[in-house]
Nanobody
Framework: ARLVESGGGLAQPGGSLRLSCATS????????MSWYRQAPGKERELVAK????????YNDDAVKGRFIVSRDDSRNTMYLQMNNLKPEDTAVYYC????????WGQGTQVTVSS
């Protein structure tokens, strides 16, 4: 299985980025998918989850309605639209696939700074 994140980079506060998680090697459509992030010196935390039926849940403390997770099963890809970015969103963002197995991507760096 392979998960490849992309779309990270440098953004200004208030700006937007769209992350992608392109997958291969497993049946994407049956997997629950998640975005996690890890800031320097902090534990990895859940940002958003989208299950195989496209139902979504969010870490409201972390994203407070600013982020939108989606998936395109025809492209085996999950997305994270991040709006109104804040410096505290700076982290490495990882995608995760789970059930029946668990797979992680290598991460993409997001830096929010003026």
């Amino acid at each position: 299985a392979r998960l490849v994140e992309s779309g990270g980079g440098l953004a200004q506060p208030g700006g937007s980025l769209r992350l992608s998680c392109a997958t291969s090697g497993f049946t994407f459509s049956i997997y629950h998918m998640s975005w996690y992030r890890q800031a320097p010196g902090k534990e990895r935390e859940l940002v958003a989850k989208i299950d195989s039926s496209a139902r979504t849940t969010y870490n409201d403390d972390a994203v407070k309605g600013r982020f939108i997770v989606s998936r395109d099963d025809s492209r085996n890809t999950m997305y994270l639209q991040m709006n109104n970015l804040k410096p505290e969103d700076t982290a490495v963002y990882y995608c995760k696939a789970e059930w029946p197995s668990i797979y992680w991507g290598q991460g993409t760096q997001v830096t929010v700074s003026s």
